[in-house]
């Protein structure tokens, strides 16, 4: 079966990134012009997503306002002449099919995905989270398609983490069958450094069976009093085959200070409206 869903988790607090994400959400910060999670959806869209589903909670209001049509803003710019701005936000409200449902209080990443449950049903689909941006020449999520239609089972994209980052993870153990990808025998989340049974950390982007939603509807409170994907992923690994897959490209935490301020000068150095006088400042800065 295809894979033409995705469900994008975007109900959490935010609370790495206060006091900016006080009275906004962390996935509409903007990178130069465009907002985190408007990348996200671009790479689903890229990647033959067709049906978005947006897990939101209170305060986030503006992600549904973002790629919704502005009749007022679309007039005044047809007034204006400004066509180029115009035909950018009339893509941006018909990128996909994308749907809401809120997640009624802050309960874990597992917790947000099972409210995408009834919307999902019995279908195969991507789970991409909304604060995480790759930068890549063949879209991440059409990567983990490719393996998920190769090995016909859950993918989870993981990358090799630094020991001293390692706690921050949720971190696999698996098989090694290729260069890149491995048989996937325990899951755990955020171990710490001694206790990992790998440095493969997972970092937001999965291609997951239906069979996930039984599991997550049994799993308990975990790491942080709050429902764990991982722990369901590791439920459902013991009862069917899962993958780990490492992918090319350049992953951004944007909930992470350091990724967000990275992720501007290497979007802002690959435009051509402004890279080749952002690359000349930053020599400058280097001199």
């Not at 079966?1 to 790495?16: D, E, N, Q, S």
């Not at 967000?260 to 952002?278: C, H, N, P, Q, T």
């Amino acid at each position: 079966m295809p894979i033409k869903h995705a469900v994008i988790p975007a109900a959490g607090l935010g609370t790495r990134f206060l006091p900016a994400t006080k009275a906004q959400p962390k996935e509409m910060l903007p990178i130069i012009d465009k907002p985190t999670i408007q990348y996200v959806i671009e790479e689903a869209v890229n990647s033959g997503i067709t049906d978005i589903l947006i897990i939101t909670g209170r305060g986030k209001r503006s992600i549904e306002d973002h790629f919704d049509k502005s009749y007022e803003l679309e007039e005044y710019l047809k007034r204006k002449g400004e066509m180029d701005k115009l035909d950018e936000l009339e893509r941006i409200s018909s990128l996909a099919s994308i749907h809401y449902v809120r997640q009624r209080e802050p309960n874990g990443l597992g917790d947000a995905v099972l409210c995408a449950r009834e919307h999902i049903g019995g279908k195969p689909f991507a789970l991409l989270l909304g604060d995480t941006i790759v930068e890549s020449k063949v879209p991440c999520l059409k990567q983990l398609i490719a393996n998920y239609e190769k090995y016909h089972g859950s993918i989870i994209a993981v990358e090799e983490i630094e020991k001293e980052n390692i706690h921050k993870y949720g971190i696999v153990k698996g098989r090694k069958i290729t260069n890149d990808a491995f048989e996937i025998e325990s899951l755990v989340e955020k171990p710490s450094a001694e206790k990992a049974p790998s440095n493969l950390g997972i970092i937001g982007r999965y291609i997951l069976t239906p069979e996930i939603f039984e599991e997550l509807s049994r799993t308990k409170a975990g790491k942080g009093g709050e429902v764990q994907l991982t722990d369901a992923l590791n439920s459902l690994a013991l009862k069917q085959k899962m993958y780990a897959c490492r992918f090319e490209g350049e992953r951004f935490d944007i909930g992470n200070k350091l990724d967000y301020a990275k992720s501007f000068v290497k979007m802002g150095m690959a435009r051509k409206d402004m890279g080749r006088e952002l690359k000349e400042y930053v020599r400058g800065l280097l001199r």
